[in-house]
């Protein structure tokens, strides 16, 4: 699976932005896609992931409520909706894709990597 993100940009606090992670390559069907971020000096973060199947979701406490995670089948693509974004969403953010499943989203370890998109919020 080749994954391909794009979406990022500056953005205002409060504001909004939609990252998009398109995927080619073999079928999707029974894989889940996660979106991960890493800020300058810190560890990367598991932020959202979707089952493209079921679409069971999940979200890191720190932004659940403000992003979304959704898939379009027709597509092939992931998405990761943003909103009332803060300055510390700053980060690079980048998309993943596994063949695995899990019943916790959070420890799942991930296969396939796409390029990172920089998010940057200013105050």
């Known amino acids: 699976v080749q994954l391909q993100a794009s979406g990022g940009g500056l953005v205002q606090a409060g504001g909004s932005l939609r990252l998009s992670c398109a995927a080619s390559?073999?079928?999707?069907?029974?894989?889940?896609m996660g979106w991960f971020r890493q800020a300058p000096g810190k560890e990367r973060e598991s932020v959202a992931a979707?089952?493209?199947?079921?679409?069971?979701?999940w979200y890191a406490d720190s932004v659940k409520g403000r992003f979304a995670i959704s898939r379009d089948n027709v597509k092939r693509t992931a998405y990761l909706q943003m909103n009332s974004l803060k300055p510390e969403d700053t980060a690079i953010y980048y998309c993943?894709?596994?063949?695995?499943?899990?019943?916790?989203?959070?420890?799942?370890?991930?296969?396939?990597w796409g390029q990172g998109t920089l998010v940057t919020v200013s105050s």
């Open positions: 979707i089952n493209w199947s079921s679409s069971r979701s």
């Open positions: 993943a894709a596994t063949n695995r499943d899990a019943s916790d989203y959070s420890r799942l370890q991930y296969d396939y």
């Open positions: 390559g073999r079928t999707l069907s029974g894989s889940v």
